[in-house]
């Protein structure tokens, strides 16, 4: 073997034993990450009595009256906050998408007085801690009759393009788009509405999944706003039902919180995979090339 071959086989080793250390933890890593939801998922299928001693995943007696007991523990089942909180995740999807693409639109595309000042207004509003606004809105809310409305709330500010991170991702995409697509619609006859809606609109569908998947997933596990706002029991949604397995007293139903805590993320899990490959081609906003 001469000294280049061996050099160049030296090398080789070298890298590969590089990539096994990386590879190793990586794989740490993830396991270090996963340990929680995994003991959860465990913990789900365990007795009470080894929920507190026994911490590791796999149950040594394994049991499922956990899922029964957790759906039916109060007097409303578990079925009507799932389906309240589908509802309400839909709604805001919906809304979310169809005003920030608007909101979008008129941003990167359109000419008007006082485009950049009111954009630059809004990309403020991302500095503003939710937790600040909370108090005003719930003033004009409860001026408005709207508090014992579960839905108006939650659903109508989506509806008035208040998602700044929304707006700002679909004018990042929507500005990679070629404008050459828009004047040859103008030139075909098309108003700034036809632009939108047969160049703008089918170009921004990963821009758009992005919207729809981020918007569920936040809703979803959305507890503070829905807690503010929703007062009765057939209202609650599931982060708040999960909250009523600890009780004033501070004694808690672990198992029954646990099993539906496992329910709870199997809506979110199947929207992301759904839609994984989407997402990652709206989270890189490159638009058009050429």
Known sequence: MTAVARHVAVRKNRFSAGQAVRLIVLIAGLLLVLYPLAWVIGSSF????EIASNINVL???????????GWNSFDVSFTRFFINSTVI???TVVANGVSCLIAAYAFARLRFRGRGLWFAIMIG????????????QYIVFNTLGWIDTPLLPL?????LATEAFFVFLMVQFM???????????????????????????????????????????????????????????EDYTVP?????????TGQSSLGAMFAMSVLSLLPVFLFFVAFQRMLVEGINTSGLKG
């Open 240 to 248: 708040i039902a999960l909250r009523l397995f600890i009780d004033s």
């Open 89 to 91: 995740a839909l709604l």
């Open 175 to 233: 500005r990679g788009i070629p404008r050459d697509l828009d004047e040859a619609a103008t030139i075909d006859g098309c108003s700034p509405y036809g632009v939108f809606w047969h160049v703008i609109l089918p170009l921004s569908r990963p821009a758009l999944v992005t919207t729809a998947i981020f918007s569920f997933i936040w809703t979803w596990n959305d507890f503070f706003t829905q807690l503010v706002y929703l007062n009765d029991l």
């Open 59 to 69: 149950p040594t007696e394994f049991t499922l009256s956990h899922y029964a007991a």
């Open 155 to 159: 659903i109508v500010p989506k509806a």
């Open 46 to 49: 365990k007795s009470d009595a």
């Open 125 to 136: 509003t991302l500095l503003l801690p939710g937790d600040v606004l909370i108090i005003p």
